[in-house]
C-alpha cells in the first residue's frame, strides 16, 4: 500500500525523468548520419590514440594546509579525485594519481602535493571501478589511514593492511577526527569489471564537519536519491560527475551536466563543484564539452554564482554553521 502522498512524489520523480530524457533527445545533433555510432566511435578512437602521444597537462602541486576549525577545504585532485581538508582531518575521496586507465592516457594530470598525499588520514572509495579504488595510488597512501568501502569491497584492498577499513552501506555513518561520513546510495553499477561477479554496490558520501556538509556523489546515473539525500542530509557542496553520457545508454550509469543541474536542485545545495570530466574520455561526447554545456546551463537558469569549475589542485573553502 503506497504511503500519503507516496504516489505523488513517485508520479514527480518519473515526470522529471522523462523531461530529462526528452531534453537530452532534443539536443542530440540532428546533422549525425545514419551510421552515427559508428562515426562517434571512430572519433572516440581517434581522441584516445592523439592522448597516447601527447604528455598530460601538468599543474605544480600545492600543500593545502589545514583549515581553521569550522572550515572544509574542498580540492579538485582531477578526474574523480578530490580531497577534503579539515582543522583535524585529510580526506582522500577516490584517489587516482595514476597516468594510464586501462591503457588510455589521461589528458589532465592528477595534481596533489605529495605532502598532503602522506597526510591522508581518511580515503573514501565509492566503487570498485579502476578510476575511483585504484591499488597503486592506494599502495602510495599512509597504511594509518582508515579506508572506506561499499560492502563487498573490503576483499580488494586487505592486502594492503591498511589500519582499519570498514565497509559501510548507504544510511550507516561513522565518525573520524572533526568530521562525521555518511554512506548515501548512488546508481551506478560498481563491478570490478566484466567478469566481477561479487555484484558489489556504488556509494555516495556526505562528509559533515562543523556543520558544513559536503556531498561526494561517485560516480552515479540521475536519481530519486538526490531528493531524499538533500531532505535527509542537507549538503552544503556537492561534488557532481558531469560526463560520460553519450550514446544516451550511458545514462543508465551517469550523468550529463544537464541531468547534474536538477540533481544539484534536487539536493537544494549552495554549491555545485563538477568532478569526472576533463582527463579521460568517457563516452563518445568531446572531452571539453561537458564544463562547457554546465557553465551554459548554470548561466541560463542563473546558477553561474553558485558554480565551482576548480582546476586540478585548485581549492575553494566552506564555512560550517556551526562556525569556529
Ligand atoms: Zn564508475
Partial sequence: MALPGEDDWKRRVIERAK??????????????PSNAKRVLSLRMVRRVLRQLVVRPRRTEAREVPHPAPGAIAVTFVGHASAMLTTCRARVLVDPFLGDFLLGVRRREAACLAAADAADASLVLISHAHRDHLHLPTLRQLPRRAMVVLPPRCEPLVRSLQFARVVELPPGQSL???????????????????????????????????????????????????????????????????????????????????????????????????????????????????????????????????????????????VHGREGA
Fill in 175 to 317: 565518525e573520524h577526527g572533526d568530521v562525521e561520513v555518511t554512506a548515501v546510495a548512488a546508481r551506478h553499477d560498481g563491478r570490478r569489471g566484466l567478469i566481477d561477479r561479487a555484484w558489489r554496490p556504488s556509494n555516495g558520501y556526505i562528509v559533515k564537519c562543523a556543520g558544513a556538509n559536503v556531498y561526494c556523489a561517485g560516480d552515479t546515473a540521475y536519481f530519486s536519491g538526490f531528493e531524499e539525500i538533500g531532505q535527509r542530509l542537507h549538503p552544503d557542496v556537492a561534488l557532481l560527475p558531469i560526463a560520460g553520457y553519450e550514446p544516451p545508454s550511458l545514462r543508465e550509469d551517469h550523468m550529463s551536466p544537464l541531468d547534474a543541474i536538477q540533481a544539484f536542485v534536487d539536493l537544494g545545495a549552495k554549491l555545485l563543484v563538477p568532478v569526472a570530466y576533463g582527463a579521460f574520455p568517457l563516452g563518445y561526447e568531446p572531452i571539453d564539452e561537458p564544463v562547457s554545456w554546465l557553465t551554459d546551463l548554470c548561466r541560463e537558469h542563473g546558477l553561474l554564482d553558485r558554480l565551482a569549475v576548480l582546476r586540478p589542485g585548485e581549492t575553494c573553502q
Fill in 19 to 32: 523531461e530529462l530524457d526528452h531534453e537530452h533527445r532534443r539536443r542530440i545533433r540532428g546533422d549525425l
